[in-house]
């Protein structure tokens, strides 16, 4: 049974760190881009960053919050793992954070993901 449980989340205050982690089992993500995800109430899910399959380049959603090392992913194929280290974390990325796995390199859209995680939620109080 292939599965990918998140773990990490929790209550941090505005300008901490979390770092979130994904962990597959049940086959190989060698070949699939590795994604996070995140939705808060009431609003669409959101991608927020991937690491491609085989190269493990990264790429990001929304660059002017994601990017510059405000959010970095990074993957372990050994482990069959992938992280998402968030640092100044601010109220708004309060969410649930999801993890998914996708067969074609630079996949970004929800639809294009074929498995995903339960998610873990992430609380930044102000």
């Known amino acids: 049974q292939v599965q990918l449980v998140e773990s990490g989340g929790g209550l941090v205050q505005a300008g901490g760190s979390l770092r979130l982690s994904c962990a597959a089992s049940?086959?190989?993500?060698?070949?699939?881009?590795m994604a996070w995800f995140r939705q808060a109430p009431g609003k669409e899910r959101e991608f927020v960053a991937a690491?491609?399959?085989?190269?493990?380049?990264?790429?990001?959603?929304d660059l002017a919050n994601f990017a510059k090392g405000r959010f970095t992913i990074s993957r372990n194929d050994a482990q069959n793992s992938a992280d998402l280290q968030m640092n100044s974390l601010k109220p708004e990325d309060t969410a649930v954070y999801f993890c998914?796995?996708?067969?074609?390199?630079?996949?970004?859209?929800?639809?294009?993901?074929?498995?995903w995680g339960q998610g873990t939620q992430v609380t930044v109080s102000s």
């Open positions: 998914a796995a996708a067969p074609r390199p630079r996949a970004h859209s929800k639809d294009e993901f074929d498995y």
């Open positions: 690491a491609n399959r085989l190269s493990g380049s990264s790429y990001y959603g």
């Open positions: 049940g086959r190989s993500f060698r070949t699939y881009v």
